[in-house]
């Protein structure tokens, strides 16, 4: 009997310590877990909800504000349409001019792998009666802007040595990043004729969360940012211009209605595209828009450090 008992004692005892290690181990992976976790699903929720919002708005921007861009009016950053683009002989080109000091730029990069066919569906609805009047933007350079360090409204010089700093500081941030997966919720035309994708957040760590990261490890950045916290949104082209088929007769309801159906036929080819999104890149943008307009830059890219596993 006393076998029996020392047996079952020293069983015990090694359960307890199997148990004991285990625990260690599982509290060691969740705090491993906990430092590189994405915010949980209640609060992309919220933050969806703040998109949805802001998407809603943008929907009506064109209605409430009338085709802006047909008055060569501003852009969305306060620049001139006259001032970024020459149109003659029949096609739109960058009217490219020196950023002083250069804008510092955090974006997500889209991959071609998404961007490819959504450049395609643009094109396909957009080019037949807006081909001479209409920017697309380069489907390699589909990104979602993050944050800038510098920007044009408010410059931030930087040294060599400081932007290497703003840079190392990037790279931290972007190695506790989990990859994003992203649905297209909608299609919008602005009344300054930017054509805007406008996505939502599936899972991986929400755009709030990034900008917030980027706003600690970037402390002498403009306080005014340019985009709202919560959006998650991509330029695809820039129309400048009168449809092919309008004339002096033709009168600003018909056109308006012209665009809501491109819009709408964009709508029902691509709303609802999946997409992952697992790399910013550090822009230093040496052209004012050089993103945008194919202009000179320096790229830093960056993979996301934290996997979706």
Known sequence: MARVKNWYNNQSKSASLIWFISLLIFYAIFRMASKHSPLSFKDVSVSNGERLKLYEKMSRDLDEHGALFLKHGETSQSLLLSDLFDMKNGSVTPALKAAIPPVRANVLHLSTEYSLPISKAVKDVFSPTLSEVIWFQNSERYHFSMFHASHHISPVPASEEEVEAEVDAVKSVVNQLCPVTILLDRVVLTST?????????????????????????????????????????????????????????????????????????????????????????????????????????????????????
């Open 193 to 309: 004729g930017v054509l805007l994708g406008c996505w939502q957040v599936i899972s991986g760590t929400d755009p709030v969360t990034i900008r917030s990261k980027l706003r600690n490890a970037l402390p002498r950045a403009p306080e005014k940012q340019l985009y709202a916290p919560a959006i998650l949104h991509t330029s695809l082209a820039r129309i400048l211009g009168h449809p092919k088929n309008s004339s002096e007769e033709t009168n600003v309801d018909s056109e308006l209605q012209h665009f809501h159906e491109l819009v709408a036929r964009l709508n029902s080819r691509i709303v609802g595209t999946k997409a992952t999104v697992s790399e910013l890149w550090y822009v230093e943008e040496y052209d004012v828009l050089a993103l945008a307009l194919d202009g000179k830059m320096k790229i830093r890219r960056f993979q996301f450090g934290c996997s979706k596993a």
